[in-house]
């Protein structure tokens, strides 16, 4: 068992008693810190920054040198699956992602092969074995991949689309296609947390990103579904301990109970979804990673604080809490603001655990 100094976030994970409520943010690691853009210049671009192990480790480590998070997170994209599968993906600035080759046929869909991360994604399992030996089991490593859903929608629509036209079709006109490729999505994510793992992570989360723009039914059958399949197929046990799967939906607080009964170890929450009511639901099977509404972020410190202190106590008291965002941290957001949230955490919350 590796001797990790600070593992209160994998404790909370396991719903185990713990002296403070631990915390990290989603894109913790990324432009709302000057010394990230620096870093991206030097490397040219954002895809470049990501297939360059050294600076993917150093970016990773650059928040856990200003803040005193509990947990460190890869960095990378969701996107390195369908961009290993051929579909050229590119950044265009100011626009996110994009493919040249985006989906649009059956033939399409049959071409794909299933990705093995030695063979086409080697970067990123260079870059978690890489950190782990840097964070020298300072706090734990957090691995991750898109859900194969939020994966087909930018593959189906070749970039960002709030509106899903493409994806939607697909689902209600040809779901034998889509379930097709949701399945050589949910092998190839697998694959891929599993590799983490064995190169050094020690939990994962899978982000369901574009969960919450389903219909109750076609959720359970082309997201909540595939999730499953990957968790059944994950590797629980590494180092002597057991390695934690976070399941996060964004908008997806109604079908919190189904998430619970995935196999995960715990649900990420947006700030949409009341902790209390949520911890009420399903406290007792799994821990909650959340929720405080990003946007939190712009306002006075004072504000920041009152909002740390007020969704503490809606959790209430007890093991099973992992403060985080209820969903990235944005660019615009002074790094000193979230020093002032991540120093509420730690100071409010031990007043919530015996």
Same mark, same amino acid.
Request: proline letters at 5%; one cysteine or more; a negative charge.
């Given at each position: ?62 928040? =856990?040198? @200003?803040?005193?998070?509990?947990? $460190? ?5 969701? #996107?390195?699956?369908?961009? +290993?599968? %051929? ?17 649009k ?13 030695s ?57 034998e296609r =889509?379930? @097709?490729?949701?399945?050589?999505? $949910? ?5 891929? #947390?599993?590799?983490?793992? +064995?190169? %050094? ?7 369901d990103t ?5 219909s ?6 082309f ?12 590797t ?12 996060f939906?964004?908008g997806g ?5 189904d ?11 947006d ?9 009420a639901r399903?406290?007792?099977r799994i ?7 990003p946007?939190?972020?712009?306002? $006075? ?13 809606l ?18 957001i002074n ?5 002032c ?7 409010l ?6």
């Open positions: 068992m590796s001797d990790l100094k600070n593992d209160t976030f994998l404790r909370a994970l396991a719903r185990q008693p713990v002296e403070y409520t631990p915390v990290w943010m989603m894109r913790q690691a990324g432009r709302y810190l000057p010394e990230y853009r620096a870093t991206r210049a030097k490397a040219g671009d954002f895809l470049s920054l990501c297939k360059n192990t050294e600076l993917a480790c150093e970016v990773t480590l650059q928040p =856990l040198r @200003r803040y005193a998070l509990d947990a $460190a997170i890869l960095f990378s994209d969701i #996107l390195t699956i369908p961009d +290993a599968m %051929g579909l050229g993906l590119y950044f265009a600035e100011g626009e996110g992602p994009k493919f040249r080759k985006p989906l046929t059956d033939a399409d869909v049959d071409r794909l092969a299933v990705t093995e991360t063979r086409d994604l080697p970067y990123v399992t260079d870059a978690v074995s890489l950190i782990r030996r840097e964070l020298n089991n300072s706090v734990p490593l957090i691995g991750f991949s898109g859900s194969p859903w939020t994966l087909a929608t930018y593959m189906i629509e070749g970039g960002s689309n709030r509106d899903f036209t493409l994806s939607k079709l697909w689902l209600y006109n040809h779901p =889509l379930h @097709r490729l949701l399945d050589k999505l $949910a092998l190839s994510v697998t694959e891929y #947390l599993n590799a983490q793992i +064995a190169a %050094g992570a020690q939990a994962v989360q899978i982000f574009w969960g919450g723009v389903l109750d039914q076609a959720y359970r059958h997201s909540l579904r595939y999730m499953e399949k990957i968790i059944a197929g994950l629980r046990e590494a180092d002597g301990r057991p390695v934690p799967v976070i399941l939906t964004k607080g109604q079908w919190l109970e998430i619970a009964a995935s196999g995960c170890d715990a649900a990420g929450l700030w949409t979804t009341d902790i209390a009511r949520a911890r399903v406290g007792g821990a909650l990673q959340g929720n405080m509404d946007a939190v972020l712009r306002a $006075a410190p004072e504000v920041v604080e009152a909002e740390v202190e007020r969704i503490l106590s959790f209430g008291r007890g093991a099973g809490h992992i403060f985080n965002l209820g969903h990235g941290i944005t660019p615009d790094p000193d603001t979230v020093a949230f991540i120093d509420a955490v730690h100071r919350s031990p007043s919530f655990h015996p």
